[in-house]
């Protein structure tokens, strides 16, 4: 057998497996859509005692904080390794690593070392965010870096707890928030990191949110916020379209979710949500402001008209366009939340412990609970279990700092 065109056959066929995304790949920071929502069916309606079967642990991924980014049987995401923050790659459906490579420095922080975001996936590469602020795109087949860009060079400043967005790839364009007077929000061109345009209307400092795409008003328009704004950008030429305030504390995290004109924003430390509705000719119009959902790092799900998420100090359920509670419930402890199938995938911050729950505005409906074993032991002591659940083909995928755990949850 000839091993080099071996081993170039399997790279094409690497390559053309990640060019083509299924619907059941999760690409990116909360998903295809970054909704945090999954189109998946055909998973588990409840789990047994103990929680579902495991079929992989993997105990290298280093410290931070970053997610999963899954296309095919292909798992992307990043950590810590030999003095440096890397992307780490491994295949999905068993947990062995392929490559990692190296990005930046190490960012230290009291929090927990290392990076925050998740890894974007998009054709045959890899776009990053490294906790200091440098932006890299890497060759999905083998890790090669092929270009990289420093928030800095942007005009921005690593924000207190490092950079934690996951940038966006929007059709020739990846898309970050190195904040400051350069232009909060910046568009590089996806092929060789070259900056195209940068929005000098907007110059709020970085926080930690991702921004979000959105079809509006025949534009397509890019969403992001700050601790003192949410605004409305051009993908095209960065120019604002519109800008609202909403007054964040200390860190604002959660990704802003739109649908059908509105856009809806949450913070904690008490500062609450706030749902705008942009009309025509970008005007916009406040639905409701109030203190109901206070969510600080674990995310919102919107299924059908509910909002579903932990609002200090117990999980919520709120009508979407009211604004109103449906229900709340302390049955369960501050985290994060996923949504696939009808179901919630809730994870404890301070154990580790999921929970799955119904998506429904009946109420706080458990079908099953477990904990991912063993603990990390590198965890920072002012640090918790932050990343995000993701389902993704069927599996149930969890980090706590250098563990990965891959649960099988489709049904049978």
């Not at 296309?71 to 890397?86: H, I, Q, Y």
């Not at 590089?188 to 949110?209: I, M, N, P, V």
């Not at 998506?359 to 918790?384: D, L, N, T, V």
Request: aromatic fraction near 10%; hydrophobic fraction near 35%; include cysteine.
């Amino acid at each position: 057998m000839n091993y080099r065109f071996s081993a170039g056959a399997i790279a094409l066929m690497i390559s053309a497996q990640l060019t083509f995304c299924s619907a059941n790949d999760w690409p990116q920071w909360r998903g295809p859509d970054r909704s945090g929502v999954s189109k998946e069916t055909g998973l588990l309606q409840a789990w047994p005692a103990g929680g579902p079967k495991r079929l992989w642990f993997y105990d290298k991924a280093g410290n931070g904080y970053s997610g999963p980014a899954i296309v095919g049987d292909k798992l992307f995401t990043m950590g810590t390794r030999e003095g440096s923050e890397v992307l780490l790659c491994l295949e999905a459906n068993n947990g062995r690593e392929l490559w990692f490579a190296p990005l930046a420095r190490i960012r230290e922080d009291e929090r927990g070392d290392g990076p925050r975001g998740t890894p974007t996936v998009e054709g045959d590469r890899i776009y990053a965010m490294s906790g200091g602020g440098l932006l890299a795109c890497a060759n999905a087949v083998n890790g090669k870096i092929l270009w990289t860009q420093s928030m800095s060079d942007l005009g921005g400043q690593i924000p207190k707890w490092g950079y934690s967005e996951s940038v966006l790839v929007d059709g020739d364009k990846v898309v970050c928030t190195p904040g400051g007077s350069k232009g909060t929000v910046a568009a590089l061109d996806k092929q060789t990191g070259t900056r195209l345009w940068q929005s000098t209307e907007f110059t709020d400092g970085a926080h930690y949110s991702s921004i979000v795409p959105a079809d509006l008003n025949g534009t397509r328009q890019l969403i992001q916020r700050t601790e003192e704004s949410v605004v409305g950008i051009s993908a095209n030429d960065g120019k604002l379209l519109w800008k609202t305030s909403f007054r964040g504390r200390v860190a604002v995290v959660p990704t802003p979710i739109y649908r059908d004109g509105y856009v809806y924003v949450a913070a904690g430390y008490g500062a609450g949500c706030k749902l705008i509705k942009i009309g025509s000719g970008n005007q916009v119009t406040t639905v409701y402001e109030n203190s109901l959902m206070k969510n600080h790092h674990g995310g919102i799900v919107l299924v059908g008209d509910y909002l579903y998420g932990h609002a200090d100090p117990g999980w919520v359920c709120q009508n979407f366009l009211t604004g109103e509670e449906v229900w709340n419930s302390r049955a369960f402890g501050k985290g994060a939340v996923t949504s696939a199938d009808g179901m919630l995938y809730c994870l404890e911050e301070s154990s580790g412990t999921v929970v799955l729950v119904a998506a429904s505005p009946k109420g706080w409906q458990e079908h099953g609970r477990f904990k991912p074993e063993p603990p990390a032991k590198i965890r920072s002591s002012r640090g918790a279990i932050w990343t995000h659940p993701v389902v993704s083909h069927g599996k149930l995928y969890l980090r706590d700092q250098d563990l990965m755990y891959c649960y099988d949850v489709k049904e049978k």
